[in-house]
């Protein structure tokens, strides 16, 4: 099956220093790859994609994440956390069924930056 | 450009009672997304759309939940009855183009609680 997995349900992290979410994805073909971040009561909202291109992609709020195909993973990284990334962050993978495309999401991974 | 609008942003609601969640998505977006999200089953796709015609209903969980998207700019996701399981977050999301290069934008969000 298509999937991606987030293997930490939680990640704590000293305000300062880098921080790294895991996502491993599993897919046929070239994986479409993206990461989401939810703050409480908020949507899911955009950071980043990869789809082609360079394995070192950059985001929003100073995130990137490294493309690892012989690794299948796609982690999230940040080289100094601050208190404010504190969230919910989802992996997510574009698969192919019925008829269309649709993005399959992890169980999420809450970061938590203390100071 | 306001977003993807959902609404309400709350509902409280009675077993067996009708609710209906609306959604208007970005223009010019011609894929619409139905998510739940709970704590139990993260997120979970119930349906979706491409220019206005359902692809995958596999998630809908029961006839009780139907969706409807009469036009390129209005969903409806409709519980009828309703029962206190249903009580989750409920997400619309919506995207351009069917291979999903830019990702979802998503709404706000349903919270809705079935008593």
């Known amino acids: 099956a298509q999937s991606v997995a987030q293997p930490e349900d939680q990640v704590n992290v000293a305000e300062g220093n880098p921080l790294t979410v895991k996502c491993t994805y599993s897919v046929s073909g070239n994986p479409y790859l993206f990461w989401y971040v939810q703050y409480p009561n908020r949507g899911l909202q955009f950071l980043l994609k990869y789809i082609t291109g360079d394995n070192l992609v950059k985001g929003s709020y100073g995130f990137e994440a490294e493309f690892n195909k012989s690794q299948t993973s796609f982690h999230l990284k940040k080289p100094s956390a601050l208190v404010s990334d504190s969230a919910l962050y989802f992996c997510a993978v574009r698969v192919f069924t019925g008829g269309g495309n649709k993005l399959t999401f992890g169980t999420g991974t809450q970061l938590k930056v203390e100071l | 450009d306001a977003g993807v609008i959902q609404s309400p942003r709350h509902e409280v609601t009675e077993m067996g009672q009708e609710v209906t969640l609306r959604c208007k998505p970005i223009?010019?977006?011609?894929?619409l997304f139905w998510y739940r999200q709970t704590m139990m089953r993260g997120l979970e796709l119930l349906i979706y759309f491409n220019n206005n015609v359902p692809i995958d209903d596999s998630g809908m969980p029961e006839d009780r939940f139907s969706a409807k998207m009469p036009n390129a700019s209005f969903s409806t996701l409709k519980i009828q009855p309703s029962e206190p399981r249903d009580s989750a977050v409920y997400f619309c999301a919506s995207s351009f183009g069917q291979l999903l290069n830019y990702g979802y934008t998503f709404g706000s969000g349903t919270r809705l609680t079935v008593v």
């Open positions: 223009s010019g977006h011609n894929s």
